[in-house]
């Protein structure tokens, strides 16, 4: 017997202990009570939450990307004015 089918049989013992007990009774309340307040906090599951952090990982990539072209091309404007300002300027 695995280690993992030793506690499936663990659980499972003690979940048919308390459904012929009086704490099924609990039970399904705090599970109720516990149901409800999750819902409340507005969780995502683990997959939504990878999703949205490869999104965001790609988003700051694209924002990276972006911001080097902008400064290339500010360079690039840069240099064309410079060579305007020297052709218009006498010598």
Known sequence: MNATQWMEDLQKNISDLIARSPAADIERNVRAMLTQGF??????????????????????????????????????????????????SPT
Do not use: C, H, Y
């Open 39 to 88: 819902s409340r906090l507005d969780l995502v599951t683990r997959e939504e939450f990878d999703v949205q952090a490869e999104l965001l990982a790609r988003t700051i990539a694209r924002a990276d990307q972006l911001a080097s072209q902008l400064t290339q091309l500010e360079a690039r404007i840069n240099v064309l004015e410079s060579a305007e300002t020297k052709a218009g």
